[in-house]
């Protein structure tokens, strides 16, 4: 069965601080690897995306890496802001349909 | 502003009655969804519709009624809930088979 599993489950950090969010994935075969984040209220906004070819991809102040042959995935965020409070989730693609994690709840406090 | 717009935000409904959520899309894609969010649990996908025809049926009770009368617009029909179908409802769309989806803002769903 295609799972996606994603840990932690919710995490608190200090403003400033940096984190690391995990997702391990056992879908086969493999087309691509998204992370999306979902404000509160809102619906789900893709940050990046991870082929089979690339290790590590950046957008900002968000860093995903992606090591297709253990099936792992991180996305970690430097420097945190208040606003990447969110839920992110983490969806892989395995070319006819997308499994979907069951995402990581951030809190960034002051 | 994603491209995708949800109606309504939030809707409060009784078991027997019959309401409609509304989605649109400006964005030109072929591929639209109905997915249902609930707490601590995965997305789940409920329909999926291809060039305004439906391609993909995920074993949802027929009290969820979808309809597609062209590429840019999605309904989802509701009738007779149940208190466990309360969520957040999330259209998506995109250009065309499972690669990025745009969603809308959901529409939160309360039975009573």
């Known amino acids: 069965k295609n799972q996606v599993e994603q840990s932690p489950q919710s995490l608190i950090i200090l403003e400033g601080k940096n984190c690391t969010l995990q997702c391990n994935y056992t879908v086969s075969p493999f087309s691509n690897l998204r992370w999306y984040k979902q404000d509160t209220g809102r619906g789900p906004v893709s940050l990046t995306i991870?082929?089979?070819?690339?290790n590590t991809k950046s957008n900002g102040r968000y860093t995903a890496t992606l090591d297709a042959d253990t099936k792992q995935s991180s996305l970690h965020i430097t420097a945190s802001q208040l606003s990447d409070s969110a839920s992110y989730i983490c969806?892989?693609?395995?070319?006819?349909?997308?499994?979907f994690g069951k995402g990581t709840s951030l809190l960034v406090t002051p | 502003e994603t491209g995708v717009t949800q109606t309504p935000r939030h809707l409060v409904m009784g078991m027997t009655n019959k309401k409609s959520l509304k989605c649109e899309q400006h964005l030109g894609h072929n591929a639209m969804y109905w997915y249902k969010q609930s707490a601590k649990k995965p997305l789940e996908l409920m329909f999926v519709?291809?060039?305004?025809?439906?391609?993909e049926n995920n074993s949802v009770p027929s009290r969820f009624s979808p309809e597609c009368p062209n590429s840019s617009h999605l309904f989802l029909h509701l009738h007779t809930l149940q208190p466990e179908d309360s969520a957040l409802y999330l259209c998506?769309?995109?250009?065309?088979?499972?690669?990025?989806?745009?969603f809308g803002e959901g529409s939160r769903l309360t039975v009573l």
């Open positions: 991870m082929t089979f070819s690339e």
């Open positions: 519709y291809n060039f305004k025809e439906q391609t």
């Open positions: 969806v892989v693609n395995s070319g006819y349909a997308l499994n």
């Open positions: 998506a769309s995109s250009p065309v088979g499972p690669g990025e989806l745009f």
